[in-house]
């Protein structure tokens, strides 16, 4: 249980800042699949997720 003002440890990973992000594919909103390594090459990518309507965060 998390109490009010109480902080949590970030996950752990093996990734560190500066590090490129691993290849993933995930489906997108409007259900077409979205390849990380697609856009490699190409302007910077912002990725950015979302948890679904009415579900915990």
């Known amino acids: 249980m998390m109490l009010q003002g109480q902080a ?22 409007a259900g077409k699949p979205f390849k990380l390594s697609d856009y490699k090459g190409k302007n910077g990518v912002v990725v950015a997720f979302f948890p679904a309507a009415f579900t915990g965060g």
């Open 8 to 29: 949590t440890a970030p996950p752990k990973t093996h990734l560190k800042v500066g590090d490129m992000a691993p290849d993933f594919s995930v489906p997108t909103t």
